[in-house]
């Protein structure tokens, strides 16, 4: 059976094409001088997930390509942390009555919850999107309908701001260093320097200098999807050490230090977004993460949004030390 995803490859294609400033000139340039291909590349096989990459066959042109089973794990992802965050912590916190836990207590978060779990269970084997779950093609309600359309605009631009990370290393001469054999010798410092220069060509591919406050917030949903699901692709928290790539929760760091938003609202809601995110995605699949239904256990509440985010990020800095050590002894 076709996956739903499919529905969205022209959404996807547009987003791509219309990103904002000198990108859609680069892009264009690049195409006319047979440096990078007119087409994206879509590779249905199934398997565990893999991000978008930058493909360079013997003929020499680079070809964009996408894998299905990843952009089946990014819709998941957004749809089901949009249900979860929105109604599981925010609504709570707007209300007075976040106690640190999130409920699963209405069909709505519950079937979210249920389809976070099988992306998160994609980094193991691919399986086929759960019949009855929301999907492009699929929801149950109006309700779910609503959202759905809320997913598949960010979930075109988180697609879009991968597609441009990976535009921008063949655009800047990187993929000989990013393809060279796991076991050549590679400068890696310069090598993580290109992935900050990746990132970077993407963010400014997709916000402009003047955006707002207003519309920088639109634009944050999108490129944090993008960095963070990557979370659902590692196996447990020592999974964020990369040794040719930034590691990813300092990518996450990186990316919100470039977001900027001042105190308020819109920082206290990525913050806290990203922090909820990290801490979930590394104790395991979502439906037993603590609800508080029958939990003696009391979360640990934090003064800011700030301190939260920096608890998490400090807690996978251990991990990566912890890998490290064990690689500087071998």
Known sequence: MPSPIIALQHNIIYAFENPNGSAVEQLRRAVEKGRVSHELGLDYTPGFPQAPRAVRPDDGLITLELHVA??????????????????????PMLDGRFDGRIYFDTPLKERA?????????????HTNWPEGLP?????Q???????SVKVNGIFQQATAFCLFHEFAHAQQG?????TADANAEVDTQAVLEMEKEADDFAYRAM??????????????????????????????PRGVYQDRHPHLHQRVAHML??????????????????????????????????????????????????????????????HVEEVRSVINRS
């Not at 990187?174 to 990013?178: A, G, I, Q, R, S």
């Not at 639109?218 to 999807?225: D, E, G, Q, R, T």
């Open 257 to 318: 230090a470039k977001l900027n938003f001042p105190l308020g609202m819109h920082h206290d809601y990525y913050h806290y977004f990203c922090s909820t995110v990290l801490k979930v995605s590394m104790e395991g699949p979502l439906m037993r993460h603590r609800c508080g239904l029958g939990d003696d256990e009391q979360p640990e509440i934090f003064e800011t949004a700030v301190d939260a985010l920096d608890a998490e990020l400090d807690l996978l800095d251990q």
């Open 113 to 125: 919850a249920r389809l976070l779990d099988w992306a998160a269970s994609l980094k193991d084997g």
């Open 70 to 91: 990843h952009l089946e794990l990014l819709w998941a992802f957004v749809y089901g942390w949009m249900v979860i965050y929105e109604q599981g912590v925010q609504r």
């Open 174 to 178: 990187h993929l000989d260093f990013m």
């Open 141 to 147: 309600d109006d309700h779910e309908r609503e959202i």
């Open 207 to 236: 916000v402009s200098p003047d955006d707002d406050e207003g519309t920088l917030a639109v634009k944050a949903w999108p490129i944090l999807a993008a960095v963070l699901s990557s979370f659902y692709l590692i196996h447990g």
């Open 135 to 139: 999907s492009p093609l699929h929801q």
